[in-house]
């Protein structure tokens, strides 16, 4: 039976100390500069001790649950007779967890409020979603197959440096902005850890070396979809462009 506390004081500590710094910070702008009224001030407090506790109890979650169960997944799945199955497996699960996560959420939100509804929510999400389905795809073919990881990371930048020339600086922020939320928790904590369980047991293949650098994909991946989606968007404004003007 597992104890499901083991150690939650521990985590306890460790949100504590994280979130201090903010609160401090926030206080010391609230006396001297802000002054909010005290009704906002609360309700900034209660999300405080929401983010406090659903810290807390995410973190417990992935010590005891998360990390345990995407390492024995890995194992499992790494002795299985046909291991290409795993590359469709690696996309459907990085398109899952991509889409729940938490933070892609948030930016896809903020993209969409800022941009007065231009760029939608859904279509930032999918966007995200599939580009991180496919680098958790092609870092599970790195695996297999013994690939080194720079193959993918050199090539990749040199093409999203690329495609930065003719995409708007609107959709390259958020190109950038996209590469680090997609690398969140739920990314981090399950697919990462079946990424290291996979390589520890298919012969020939380091769990130092072939089990890590997933991430560097995944960072990447959402930098080249957004740019890409980016160029679809310059593509259907010239036409609409050109419509406009052979009407008139």
Same mark, same amino acid.
Do not use: C, D
């Given at each position: 039976m597992i104890n499901i506390f083991e150690g939650f004081g521990h985590v306890l500590y460790e949100v504590t100390m994280a979130l201090i710094p903010l609160i401090i910070f926030f206080l010391f702008f609230q006396f001297f500069i802000l002054k909010l009224p005290k009704k906002k001030l609360l309700d900034i407090l209660k999300g405080v001790l929401l983010t406090f506790w659903g810290l807390a109890f995410f973190l417990q979650g992935v010590h005891i649950g998360f990390l345990p169960a995407g390492e024995a997944m890995g194992t499992i799945l790494g002795q299985m007779e046909h291991l290409w199955i795993l590359i469709p497996i690696g996309f459907v699960?990085?398109? #899952?967890?991509?889409?729940?996560?938490?933070? #892609?959420?948030?930016?896809?939100?903020? #993209?969409?409020? @800022?941009?007065?509804?231009?760029?939608?929510?859904? @279509?930032?999400?999918?966007?995200?979603?599939?580009?991180?389905?496919?680098?958790?795809?092609?870092?599970?073919?790195?695996?297999?197959?013994?690939?080194?990881?720079?193959?993918?990371?050199?090539?990749?930048?040199?093409?999203?440096?690329?495609?930065?020339r003719f995409s708007s600086r609107t959709f390259t922020a958020i190109a950038f902005d996209s590469g680090g939320v997609a690398t969140g928790p739920m990314t981090v904590t399950f697919i990462v850890a079946m990424a290291v369980g996979i390589a520890t047991v298919i012969e020939g293949r380091d769990p130092l070396l072939d089990g890590f650098g997933m991430i560097a994909l995944v960072a990447l991946s959402p930098i080249l979809s957004v740019l890409t989606l980016g160029l679809l968007y310059g593509r259907k404004e010239k036409e609409n462009d050109r419509t406009f003007e052979s009407d008139s």
């Open positions: 699960l990085g398109f #899952v967890a991509t889409f729940a996560e938490p933070a #892609v959420r948030i930016l896809n939100h903020e #993209v969409e409020k @800022v941009s007065g509804g231009y760029i939608p929510q859904k @279509v930032m999400l999918y966007t995200l979603s599939i580009g991180v389905a496919f680098s958790i795809a092609l870092s599970l073919l790195r695996i297999l197959l013994g690939i080194p990881l720079w193959y993918f990371i050199i090539p990749g930048y040199l093409l999203a440096l690329l495609m930065i």
